[in-house]
């Protein structure tokens, strides 16, 4: 941790004064620690006690020191963003996107990685309210730091107890390890569906959402990555800082591939591409009729191929889903598309394209393999990049 910064934000639970003994253990690794205590904080544990341990001011209002617009500082030389404890009630601005104060506005501003550690009562933990917004902060990629059973403030046994600290650091390092390993590298990522035109107004589709390539591009510009995404018709909304290229069918996606292609040190198709597309598009909207039209089809460029013939040094992962035989189908795609590697998935059942959770294997070679588990596709994406990272370490 020597030199690295983080920002403790603490909020006000009886917890509080556990961040201070953290902060006291971060400074103690040779952290950078700035504090930020929210107005309830202040309650429980005075601003004094955390500038003696951290050595530098205490931030507690947005209004202090305004000449240097201190939430955009902090957001900014953040290595990682922890709040500990977070309440229910900090945790519903977080999930709302809320910035009444310091803390909130940091977080808004901030493209460092997030962990949260929830402390409460285990009613208002195991609210409905309070249990939604952890799973959107979930699915946006916040590291949650689980409360564990024990003694509480009121005088009760059960869930809600803040993490124990060596938990806590563990995840706040695990964080900074992460946060700049993709630092030098540029990512080309394919994501979403293709639309092949019938008509104007008809098209041949299919389910794919792009959510699993919007979380890898998320996740790749979080460690420090430059990214292309290349993206088919979705209403997503791509993450912030990529280099977006949205297109609409496989000719279009090939093109904008081609163009990008030399320059990736990584490359990962997670695209659906059509197969085929209509012989003929119409001009004009296609009228019923009593007699059943026939669509002739031909064959679209084969992307993940081409992009095989010619990796000249780029780390190319391909995507296969897959209805049955899942990672016999996969490993032979991988030898035919000249992948490096191949993430295979299930979309039968109640799994298919479109699902909020995934489940993920990586392969290689004859017989390399990798069960990423199951989870958020947010999730997923940061066990895939880890799986990558240790795979082109393995052959460097």
């Not at 809600?160 to 706040?172: K, S, T, Y």
Request: charge should be neutral.
């Amino acid at each position: 941790m020597n030199g690295r910064r983080i920002v403790l934000g603490v909020s006000g639970g009886i917890a509080a004064y556990k961040a201070a003994a953290l902060a006291s253990r971060l400074v103690q690794r040779g952290a950078e620690v700035e504090v930020i205590l929210t107005e309830d904080a202040q309650r429980f544990v005075g601003a004094a006690t955390f500038a003696a341990l951290v050595r530098r001011p205490v931030h507690t209002s947005l209004w202090e020191r305004v000449e240097e617009i201190p939430h955009i500082r902090l957001a900014r030389e953040a290595e990682v963003l922890a709040i500990v404890p977070a309440t229910a009630n900090t945790i519903a601005q977080l999930a709302a996107g809320l910035a009444h104060d310091l803390l909130g506005n940091v977080a808004l501003a901030t493209r460092a990685p997030l962990m949260i550690a929830p402390a409460m009562n285990t009613v208002m933990l195991e609210h409905a309210a309070t249990q939604a917004n952890l799973a959107t902060l979930r699915a946006r990629g916040v590291t949650i730091v689980e409360p564990g059973v024990g003694f509480l403030a009121e005088r009760e046994h059960g869930p809600g107890r803040l993490a124990d600290e060596e938990q806590l650091i563990e995840a706040i390092e695990s964080l900074l390890r992460r946060a700049q390993d993709l630092a030098g590298e540029r990512v080309l990522i394919t994501a979403g569906p293709t639309r092949e035109a019938i008509d104007p107004v008809r098209f041949l589709s299919n389910a794919a959402t792009g959510t699993q390539g919007i979380e890898l591009a998320r996740e790749a510009l979080a460690r420090g990555a430059e990214v292309d995404l290349v993206l088919g018709p979705t209403p997503l909304e791509p993450p912030p800082g990529a280099r977006t290229i949205r297109v609409t069918s496989a000719r279009e996606m090939e093109a904008a591939v081609r163009e990008r292609a030399a320059d990736a040190t990584v490359t990962i198709a997670t695209a659906a591409v059509a197969d085929w597309r209509p012989a003929v598009a119409h001009a004009r909207k296609v009228k019923k009729t009593e007699s059943q039209p026939a669509i002739a089809l031909e064959p679209n460029p084969d992307i993940l191929a081409e992009l095989g013939t010619r990796k000249n040094g780029t780390f190319l992962i391909g995507f296969a889903a897959e209805t049955e035989a899942l990672e016999a189908n996969a490993r032979e795609k991988l030898v035919r598309k000249n992948c490096d590697a191949i993430v295979v998935n299930d979309v039968s059942g109640e799994r298919a394209f479109g699902a909020v959770d995934n489940a993920l294997v990586l392969l290689w070679g004859a017989h390399g393999r990798r069960d990423l588990g199951s989870g958020s596709k947010r999730e997923l994406a940061a066990r895939l990049w880890d799986a990558i990272l240790d795979l082109k370490r393995q052959r460097a």
